[in-house]
C-alpha cells in the first residue's frame, strides 16, 4: 500500500520554526506577503507581512477569495509548478507546489503585490503600501523560491537506508551510539516524517514513550532535535550544532 504524506508529515520534518523563521526573512527580504498551507488550504505558518488591503478585501468578498483560491491550489496541482495569479481587483500572487519526493504535500504563497500593469488605482498602492514589480522581477523572485523549495524535497527514508549502510560500511554502526533496536526503529520512522503519534500507532507503544525514546536517541547521539536526527542519518555524521 502506497503511503501518502502530508503537510504536517513535512512539516515536523522540517520543523516549524525553522520554515517560519525562513519565511518571514523571505517576506521581509522582497516585501511581499507569505504563507505556507497544505493541500487543503490550512495554514501551516503564520502568513508574513499580510497586506491590509488584501485583509479588508477578504473580509467583504470572503466566498469569492476562499473559491479563487482553491482554483488556484487546484491548478497547481494539475500543473505540478508554479503558477502567477491576479486576483479581480489587480492585486497578484503566485503559488509553489512544495513536493515530497514526487507527491504535492503543501504550498508556499508569496503575494501582495502588484504587476506594471495592474489597474489598481494609485490611491490605493499609496494608501497600502503595495509593492509594484515588474515581470523580470517577479519571475526572479519565483524562480528563487523554487530552486529553494526544491532543496527541501528530500527523499528521508532513502537517505536514511543508504546512510545507514554506508555507517555500517564503514563500521561507524549505529551501535556505536549505543542505541537500543527500538530506538533505531524510532530513528527509522522519524526519516520517514511520522510525528509522535504516528509512530505510537505503527510500534504499537504510547506516545509517551515514543518521547521518551527520542529523549534518549536525542542524548545518546548528542543532537538538539529530530531534525538534526534525519541530517546524521542521511550525512553519516553528526551535524555541527
Known sequence: MTKHYTGKNWLDIVGKE???TFQDAFAQSYNVGMSFMDTRGVPLTVSAQTSLLCHKLRLKNEKHCTTEHNMAREMVMAKREAQFFTCNVGVSYFLCPVFWGEEIVAFAKVGCFISEQSSLPQKYIKAYNIPVFSSEQVHAIGELLVKIL?????????AYEVGLSERNQKNAAIDDAGLSSREQQVVGLLCEGLNNKQISESLVISEKTVKSHISNILNKLGLRDRMQVVLYYLSGRVTEQ
Open 18 to 20: 525553522k520554515l517560519q
Open 150 to 158: 526544491k532543496l527541501l524535497n528530500i527523499n528521508y527514508k532513502k
